[in-house]
């Protein structure tokens, strides 16, 4: 792929990365940007974000559809030929929180980036277990501290639904997870009670809505005041995805408050331990409380294809 910004209009578009006439590279040393159209840097043919050829002999080549969203640029993908030009839904979660940040209520305050050997299927699952989700509300910002004091957590995750503009809607391609954090503890005991926590705490409600297969966006409340955070997943070779988390915060929210939190929020960073043994075959045996693995897994099905590759069951070859 390559891709570019129009001088005119500032819009970004993607596109087959090779000419169809003679294979060039469109990205390579020579291709420039005229206008708002990409120029091939062998014989000056001329391709828009739509991939028609406005100058040249050939018709039009591969574009793909993209979404620009604070200031991230997303691909649509499909194995699928049927589906590849079009996008089966159309990326509205962040909606809201573009506009409080172009407005300046809202701040970028943290981004981080790693990668992790896993499925893009395994790391959305991790963010649905309830003890991942517990590390990530501990009271504590450090992680040596996480079972000092904890709190009592009640999540419940919902499928084709989800949080768009602040409100809970239905969307096939949507899954959410809520959890309210309350009474504050000594290492998990509720008879050892935090002296005066439940007079000086305010209770914590955290939001995670999965849009799609690669994309997170957890959303917290607390006396601080608001945070979120968004996650996308970049497949860069089998088993191998790039994660990048932007964090989000209210002015009120400074950034040294967002960088404590960041510590025991993200979920990803959790399991980069143990995301070499994830990569074999999954055990089909499970412990008390996991059904909802097997509830999200149903609804992680729909982004899968007939002409999606297949991973063997006992091989790591595509």
Not at 110 to 124: D, K
Not at 168 to 196: I, M, S
Request: glycine residues 8%; proline residues 4%.
């Amino acid at each position: 792929m390559v891709a570019y910004r129009g001088e005119n209009d500032g819009k970004v578009g993607v596109l087959h990365a090779f000419c169809p006439h003679a294979g060039a590279h469109l990205g390579e040393e020579g291709g420039y940007v005229e206008g708002n159209v990409l120029v091939c840097p062998m014989h000056r043919w001329k391709f828009d974000r739509k991939g028609t050829c406005t100058r040249g002999r050939v018709r039009r080549t591969k574009a793909y559809p993209v979404r620009e969203i604070l200031n991230v640029v997303y691909i649509w993908f499909h194995a699928s030929e049927e589906f590849a030009d079009t996008p089966q839904w159309e990326l509205s979660v962040a909606d809201d929180l573009e506009a409080v940040v172009k407005s300046g209520q809202w701040h970028e305050a943290l981004v981080r980036e790693t990668e992790l050997g896993q499925h893009l299927c395994e790391i959305a699952l991790s963010s649905t277990e309830k003890s991942q989700l517990g590390a990530s509300e501990s009271p504590s910002r450090f992680p040596v501290f996480q079972n000092v004091i904890t709190g009592s957590h009640t999540t419940q995750m919902k499928y084709e639904q989800g949080i768009v503009n602040g409100e809970l809607v239905g969307r096939k391609e949507l899954a959410v997870l809520t959890a309210e954090t309350r009474d504050l503890h000594f290492f998990g005991n509720r008879y050892l009670p935090v002296p005066f926590s439940q007079a000086s705490t305010v209770p914590t409600d955290t939001s995670i809505t999965f849009e799609g297969p690669s994309i997170f966006h957890m959303e917290k409340k607390s006396s601080y005041g608001k945070i979120r955070q968004v996650t996308t997943l970049l497949p860069v070779e089998p088993l191998k995805q790039r994660v990048v988390t932007r964090w989000y915060a209210e002015k009120t929210v400074p950034n040294w408050m967002v960088w404590l939190k960041s510590f025991g929020w993200n979920l990803l960073e959790q399991d980069r331990d143990g995301s070499l043994e994830n990569m074999t075959r999954r055990k089909e045996r499970m412990a008390c409380g996991e059904g909802h693995l097997h509830a999200f897994m149903r609804w992680y099905e729909q982004f899968f294809s007939d002409e999606s590759k297949a991973l063997e069951q006992d091989s790591l070859e595509w």
